[in-house]
């Protein structure tokens, strides 16, 4: 039995072909939509390739890209399609091959939900990126004179003051690593040299951040060395004063930037995922019915489209049988022979048998 059969007229199956054509064309706007989110996503994440460590953060953004050219493609033919399906004649071209195109548009929009449901599984892998990366970022900002991270100090320094963050966690990050480069550092100083001695790397440490992380908001001029000191600053409690530098991490503030982008990408892809999703389902129901009308020979009579032709139980195990039997060149295929009249036919006489034959009259 047909699964969600609907008879169609003539008329019926003209004006489907139309809006299905239009439809197509929609699509590969779609597609472009798909393209030009997952092109985005791609220069985002590029902009602060210097703060992210290495993986497989851009397997979305690649993703959606591929898919978006794939739907112009797919949806370019299909209205091609819809439009030569208004005409039985020049629907025979098309016959043989609308259900491999359907079968491979339903795989393709399935990729479609598997891009948008990444957008929203892409947040651990990018928090560990996030997380590596800023921690090198902030570990060689003081190698302004090294190659390949002498721009690291102007990178964090942006990142700080765009986001208003500070530091990888939290401003405390600043406190154990020596942010200040020793080309900087007076040698001859006491003080220098004993916060060089007291440490076990023989690291600079202060308990003060770079002045990326000051707030400009702030009523006082900003704090930014010997912040746990309440006696180097006048009327000062490090415990109970609110400091004036950035108190959230830059991971924090970029993880929340990035996923309000994914999940504004995620809910599109998903919106378009249902759009192809019925746009296929329709063109499901002009291929039968059109098929039906061929098989009908009435051009201008009525026709009836379903989703499947069988049942889901009985689709399903057509196509098991056919995956089972895959391979099995040198054996009967138990699908093309389920309605075989002549297997199982017992064969009578297969020995000898007597023939009576004429005999031949002799030469006189």
């Known amino acids: 039995m047909a699964v969600l059969k609907v008879k169609f007229t003539k008329t019926k199956r003209d004006k489907l072909a139309q809006i299905l054509w239009i439809l197509n064309w929609v699509s590969v706007v779609s597609g472009i939509i798909l393209f030009s989110l997952g092109l985005f996503l791609k220069i985002e994440i590029k902009k602060r390739n210097?703060?992210?460590?290495?993986?497989?953060?851009?397997?979305?953004?690649?993703?959606?890209?591929?898919?978006?050219?794939?739907?112009?493609?797919?949806?370019?033919?299909?209205?091609?399609?819809?439009?030569?399906?208004?005409?039985?004649?020049?629907?025979?071209?098309?016959?043989?091959?609308?259900?491999p195109y359907i079968i491979c548009t339903l795989c393709f929009t399935f990729c479609i939900l598997v891009g948008s449901l990444m957008c929203y599984t892409m947040r651990n892998e990018l928090e560990e990126s996030l997380y590596l990366g800023l921690r090198d970022a902030i570990k060689f900002y003081k190698d302004t004179d090294i190659p390949g991270r002498c721009f690291l100090k102007k990178t964090v320094d942006l990142l700080q003051i765009g986001f208003r963050c500070c530091?990888?966690?939290?401003?405390?990050?600043?406190?154990?690593?020596?942010?200040?480069?020793?080309?900087?550092?007076?040698?001859?100083?006491?003080?220098?040299?004993?916060?060089?001695?007291s440490n076990v790397d023989g690291k600079f440490l202060v308990d003060g951040?770079?002045?990326?992380?000051?707030?400009?908001?702030?009523?006082r001029p900003c704090i930014q060395y010997q912040l746990t000191n309440n006696s180097a600053h006048y009327n000062y409690d490090f415990l109970t004063e609110e400091l004036n530098i950035?108190?959230?991490?830059?991971?924090?503030?970029?993880?929340?930037?990035?996923t309000g982008i994914m999940r504004s990408i995620g809910i599109a892809a998903l919106l378009i995922w249902l759009f192809e999703l019925s746009v296929l389902i329709g063109v499901r129901y002009l291929q039968t019915a059109m098929m039906n009308?061929?098989?009908l020979g009435d051009l201008e009579g009525e026709?009836?489209?379903?989703?499947?032709?069988?049942?889901?139980?009985?689709?399903?195990?057509?196509?098991?049988?056919?995956?089972?039997?895959?391979?099995?060149?040198?054996?009967?295929?138990?699908?093309?022979?389920?309605?075989?009249?002549?297997?199982?036919?017992?064969?009578t006489d297969c020995g000898k048998t007597n023939i009576t034959t004429k005999s031949i009259p002799e030469a006189r």
Do not use: H
């Open 50 to 99: 210097e703060v992210m460590a290495k993986g497989d953060i851009n397997s979305v953004p690649n993703m959606l890209i591929s898919v978006g050219v794939i739907a112009c493609i797919i949806n370019f033919l299909g209205g091609k399609i819809c439009y030569d399906c208004s005409d039985a004649n020049k629907f025979s071209r098309w016959k043989l091959v609308m259900l």
């Open 303 to 347: 026709s009836d489209g379903w989703l499947l032709e069988n049942s889901f139980v009985e689709t399903a195990k057509y196509n098991i049988n056919i995956i089972k039997n895959l391979g099995k060149a040198n054996q009967i295929s138990t699908v093309s022979s389920m309605n075989d009249p002549n297997i199982n036919v017992q064969n």
């Open 246 to 258: 950035w108190m959230k991490g830059c991971r924090e503030a970029l993880l929340d930037y990035y």
């Open 167 to 197: 530091g990888n966690n939290g401003f405390r990050d600043w406190f154990e690593i020596q942010w200040v480069s020793p080309r900087y550092l007076n040698m001859a100083s006491k003080d220098v040299l004993d916060r060089l001695k």
């Open 209 to 219: 951040v770079p002045f990326s992380c000051c707030n400009p908001s702030s009523p």
């Open 293 to 295: 009308v061929l098989l």
